[in-house]
């Protein structure tokens, strides 16, 4: 174990991760002079190891002895004959102990903690009698919501991270974009950008990949995998292949209605257990659900549901895929309000706005160049519009005006300035 130790954590032989800083480092930093277990929920691959590895960097540049401080990915093969055992999780870290020989408060991170059984009991006995700094990451949120809360209740603070966001993949691309100077100048840049970024998404090594079937083969990977690994042991499904087949599925049918009774004739399977694997699905972050508008709760959860990808580069890789970049930019902004408010819904009447989130009407339109397009899009916001929802935006992909008084924008105008403005 100890090659391990010491292979998870180089920074005790002064090697620091040089990646791209992630927007949520500034809330982790936040968190980490406070009492609180800190969790990183996310999607596999979407960056959480790394968002914890610079956190390592900052409290070892702020004065932190890097023995201090331990790093362990549980979903290491080595651990794998010790999973149903949460004891181990004791031996590792007495192991550590002896190891590093820390003097005094101690930094532990255990990277895909849902790989232990029962590993919250070992937190909660850790948390309430030493003096250690928990951060865990896991990529299922039933997990880290429900079984940390029962046993820490009020003794938690959460991080969700998703994958990159158009902020961070133009500082990838090393493309400036921090005032208009700079985005009228690289305005061609961005636009490409911008265009490679919705049809391939967020994850870091598939756009770090010039190969576009290779970006496929990737995003099918990172897919299976999360079926394979996440919920088919968890959950004990049987049919396993049926799984599979109902994600690759749904892929097709992103930002449309789901239709739980066709989707039961499609696949020879119950209504009951549609519902389950597609929760099964929002569980692990793949995909997420949203409620029709009401006022009144129950009525909102008996609503028809629309659904949307947590990122765009799975709509490549959907058995009927197509470079729709309309489809790609409702999906790419149903991510971002729901990145700020976890509430958002569609509205759908006589007319159908896409999204309601803040007492604000969204809706998407790749552009509206068309007279009909034009008139439907706008024409919609008239037949929603209320005291309580003054305020009515229509995003594109790249026209930005003012048509009477609903502000049209951009998909960078909207996440650089109107989204990046909230955070």
């Not at 990915?73 to 999780?89: G, R, S």
């Not at 949203?290 to 129950?298: E, G, S, V």
């Not at 509205?347 to 998407?364: G, I, N, P």
Request: charged letters at 30%; proline letters at 2%; one cysteine or more.
């Amino acid at each position: 174990m100890k090659n391990i130790l010491i292979e998870q954590n180089p920074h005790w032989n002064n090697r620091i991760n040089s990646s791209i800083t992630r927007e949520k480092l500034a809330q982790l930093i936040e968190y980490l002079p406070l009492r609180q277990v800190i969790t990183i929920s996310g999607i596999r691959r979407c960056g959480k190891s790394t968002l914890a590895k610079q956190a390592i960097d900052y409290l070892i540049k702020s004065g932190v002895n890097p023995y201090n401080i331990l790093f362990v990915n549980l979903e290491q093969p080595y651990f794998l004959e010790y999973k149903h055992d949460a004891n181990y999780l004791n031996t590792v870290y007495d192991e550590y102990l002896k190891l590093a020989n820390p003097r005094g408060k101690t930094y532990v991170i255990f990277d895909e903690v849902q790989f232990f059984e029962n590993w919250q009991v070992f937190i909660k006995s850790k948390y309430e009698s030493s003096d250690i700094k928990f951060i865990i990451t896991g990529s299922n949120s039933s997990l880290l919501s429900n079984d940390l809360n029962t046993l820490l209740s009020g003794r938690t603070l959460g991080i969700h991270l998703e994958t990159f966001s158009f902020r961070e993949f133009l500082d990838y691309k090393q493309i400036a974009y921090s005032n208009e100077i700079e985005r009228i100048t690289h305005r061609i840049a961005i636009a490409r950008a911008k265009e490679e970024y919705l049809t391939w998404g967020g994850f870091y090594e598939v756009f770090d990949e010039e190969q576009e079937h290779i970006k496929r083969e990737i995003l099918i990977s990172y897919a299976k995998n999360i079926i394979y690994q996440d919920i088919v042991p968890r959950y004990g499904i049987r049919n396993s292949s049926e799984l599979e087949r109902l994600f690759f599925y749904l892929l097709s049918t992103a930002t449309g209605i789901v239709n739980y009774s066709k989707l039961a004739e499609i696949f020879d399977i119950s209504d009951k257990s549609i519902k389950e694997y597609i929760g099964y699905f929002e569980e692990v972050f793949l995909l997420r659900r949203i409620d029709r508008y009401h006022t009144k709760p129950k009525e909102k959860i008996r609503s028809s549901k629309k659904i949307y990808l947590n990122d765009n580069g799975f709509l490549q890789i959907a058995p009927k895929h197509s470079k729709n970049l309309g489809t790609a930019l409702e999906n790419k902004v149903f991510n971002v309000l729901y990145a700020n408010d976890n509430s958002v819904t569609y509205m759908r009447e006589k007319y159908e706005v896409d999204f309601y989130s803040h007492k604000t009407l969204y809706q998407v339109a790749y552009d509206i160049e068309d007279e009909k397009t034009r008139k439907r899009e706008l024409g919609a916001f008239k037949y929603f519009k209320s005291e309580d929802t003054q305020t009515c935006k229509l995003i594109t992909f790249d026209t930005n005006e003012l048509v009477d008084d609903i502000e049209v924008l951009s998909f960078d105008e909207f996440v650089l300035d109107e989204i990046g403005s909230r955070g």
